[in-house]
């Protein structure tokens, strides 16, 4: 079966650090990838997807990024965090394939002081 | 630009004490819905896809159910376990993307 990875659960950076959250799956080939950010009351905000190693597609400009440098492992980073970008991050799996429903891992918790 | 209204946003439910959830969605064209459930700190875990109107689909105490404009999440004889936040997404034609709602965020008391 497929399974999620994602870490670390929590993370508490100072404004200006940079960031790296790492997300890989297990069990499926090529699949589409994605990260979403969670605010509360807000719903999830897609913020980059992929569809294939080095392909990333990026949904909202902002201060973070994404790379897909292996088939099932998906980072986003940052060179300089904002307060703003404090929130719960989520990265996301689907089969390459029609319609096929997205899969969840356990988020980052990510606190900007 | 797809989107997604879920109503109630809250609701608080005696264990026993039937309801429904409700997902209103725009969509050019609707590819699926998606009901998922998320608990407190963890990611959304999935439950159902719809493809069409007329649909219904059932997993223990949950009936999703599709018409052209809204899904319904029925929850019967809730017990506590059930108590989470339930969100609904859509996908429109032409899109690799989700367009998620707010979601319901259920409580169920003993």
Known sequence: SQTIHQWPATLVQPVGSPLSLECTVEGTSNPNLYWYRQAAGRGLQLLFYSVGIGQISSEVPQNLSASRPQDRQFILSSKKLLLSDSGFYLCAWSENSYNQPQHFGDGTRLSIL | ?110
Do not use: M
């Not at chain 2, 997604?4 to 409700?22: F, M």
């Open chain 2, 1 to 110: 630009e797809d989107q997604v209204t879920q109503s109630p946003e809250a609701l608080r439910l005696q264990e026993g004490e039937s309801s429904s959830l409700n997902c209103s969605y725009t969509v050019s064209g609707l590819r699926g819905l998606f009901w998922y459930r998320q608990d407190p700190g963890k990611g959304p875990e999935f439950l159902f896809t719809l493809y069409s109107a007329g649909e219904e689909k059932e997993k223990e105490r949950l009936k999703a159910t599709l018409t052209k404009k809204e899904s319904f999440l029925h929850i019967t004889a809730p017990k506590p376990e059930d108590s989470a936040t339930y969100l609904c997404a859509v996908r429109g034609y032409g899109n690799n993307r989700l367009a998620f709602g707010k979601g319901n965020q259920v409580v169920v008391i003993p």
